[in-house]
C-alpha cells in the first residue's frame, strides 16, 4: 500500500501563487509516475500535471506556463507550483501515483483545497 499526504492548500488572491507538496510513503522511484488532479466544485476530477520517473512533466493546457511540476526523489515528495492563479484554478487538489507495476494500482491522498479569491 501507498500513503499520500498533500500540503500547502488555502485562500489565496488571484495573481497569487501557493506551492502543494505530496509526500509518499514509499520511495517515488518505485511509481511510475506522479500527477496532480483537481476537482471544481460541481464538476468532474481533471489532470493537472504529470512527471515521471525519468523527470517528463506533462500539464493540462489551462494551466502550461503557470504551473511548474518538481519532484524531491530524497524526501519522496512531488511538487506543484502555482503562478498566477485564477478564481478558476479553485478545486480541490489530489495527488496520484500510478502504481501498477509494484503495486498493482493507482493511490490517491485525501486532496487539498485551493481558493482563489477575485
Known amino acids: 500500500q501507498v500513503q499520500l499526504m498533500e500540503a500547502g492548500g488555502g485562500l489565496v488572491q488571484a495573481g497569487g501563487s501557493l506551492r502543494l507538496s505530496c509526500s509518499a510513503s514509499?520511495?517515488?522511484?518505485?511509481?511510475?509516475?506522479m500527477s496532480w488532479f483537481r476537482q471544481p466544485p460541481g464538476k468532474e476530477r481533471e489532470s493537472v500535471a504529470q512527471?515521471?520517473?525519468?523527470?517528463?512533466?506533462k500539464y493540462a493546457d489551462a494551466v502550461k506556463g503557470r504551473f511548474v511540476i518538481s519532484r524531491n526523489n530524497t524526501a519522496n515528495t512531488v511538487y506543484l507550483q502555482m503562478n498566477n492563479l485564477s478564481p478558476e484554478d479553485t478545486a480541490v487538489y489530489y495527488c496520484?501515483?500510478?502504481?501498477?507495476?509494484?503495486?498493482?494500482?493507482?493511490?490517491w491522498g485525501k486532496g487539498t483545497l485551493v481558493n482563489v479569491s477575485s
Open positions: 496520484n501515483v500510478d502504481g501498477k507495476t509494484l503495486y498493482g494500482g493507482d493511490f
Open positions: 512527471i515521471t520517473n525519468s523527470n517528463r512533466p
Open positions: 514509499r520511495n517515488i522511484f518505485t511509481f511510475d509516475s
